[in-house]
Each structure stands twice: as C-alpha cells, then as structure tokens.
C-alpha cells in the first residue's frame, strides 16, 4: 500500500512537469526500465547493492533509458530516484505513470485472457463491444492463459469479469463451503 502511493505521488509528479510531447516516451522508458527490473536480476543487484555508488546507478539507468528513447527530462527523474534510493519503484512508477497517460488520452486498459488464441475478428468483436459498453476508448491485451478451463477472464482496472469455468467453480465451492 505504502510502495503504491509513493508510486503514485513520483508519477503524478513527473506527469505534470513534462510537455505533452515528451509523455509518450516517458511512458515506454519507464515501461521498459520497470520491465527490465522485474527480469534482470543482475540489474536488481546493480541498484540495490551499495557495492555500487550512486553515479554507476545513475548511468546504468541512464544508458538503458536512452536505448528506450528517453526524454532529457525522464534522465533527471531517473538520476533523482536514484539519489533518493527509490529506483526499485520504477516497475510501479512505471504502471501509475501509464494510469494517468491513459486517463489524460481517455482510454481504459483491458487484459483479456483466454484459454486459446482468439482469432482477429473475435477480438475486433469483443474490443467494439468493450468500447460501446464502456463509452471510451479501450487499449485491450489480449493473452492466452492455458490453465483456465474455458471461457474469457477480463480486467478493467481493478475489476475484473470472470465468465471461465474455473472461475464459476470456485464461486460454487465458496457458496457450498460457506456456513
């Protein structure tokens, strides 16, 4: 909860001191900087450990942004994470910085997931449907995940709609175990 509203506050913060032309690069530099935490663990260690000062940080960082295309003014949000010992905020940064690009835009992130890959008219169907429902533009995902029974599992914000078989049952078994 903490991490969450100090992630919130960084990326309000930086949202508001960019100019309109620079917040979709931000937006991927952070994404990719916060991904590439989450699968390096080599990177991880570079920025939690103290074997390495705070200008080594600042340039690993620096020189993976600037492959992601990142903004002159992203640097000097990078080089203050790294002097305020926040950089292992990124990845959350990172997905509260997307919240407020998409709110500004008016558009609603959806991850669908799916036992089985959806052919292309299906998911034009289903994102024209999101959009007359939802009355906004949409951004949806869509992802194959194997282990659900059958039917689609989707996630609109903090919401999500769950029509798969797996899911029913564990809504019977809660109703049945229920004293």
């Given at each position: ?28 530099t ?35 942004g ?51 890959s ?62």
């Amino acid at each position: 909860m903490i991490k969450t509203a100090v992630a919130r506050r960084y990326a309000q913060a930086l949202f508001e001191l960019l100019e309109q032309s620079q917040i979709e690069a931000t937006r991927i530099t952070l994404q990719g900087l916060g991904q590439a935490l989450k699968d390096s663990s080599s990177l991880r260690h570079v920025v939690a450990s103290p074997a390495f000062g705070v200008g080594e940080k600042i340039a690993v960082l620096i020189e993976l942004g600037e492959r992601l295309g990142c903004p002159p003014s992203c640097k000097a949000f990078i080089q203050q994470l790294v002097k305020k010992n926040r950089v292992g905020f990124i990845p959350e940064i990172a997905q509260e910085f997307s919240k407020l690009v998409d709110r500004s835009k008016g558009t609603q992130q959806v991850t669908i997931l799916s036992t089985a890959s959806l052919p292309q008219t299906e998911q034009e169907r289903i994102t024209a449907r999101l959009r007359e429902t939802l009355k906004q533009n949409v951004d949806v995902t869509f992802h194959v995940e194997p282990s659900q029974l059958a039917g689609l599992q989707i996630h609109i914000g903090s919401t999500v709609v769950d029509s798969t078989v797996r899911g029913r049952l564990n809504s019977m078994r809660a109703v049945l175990t229920r004293d």
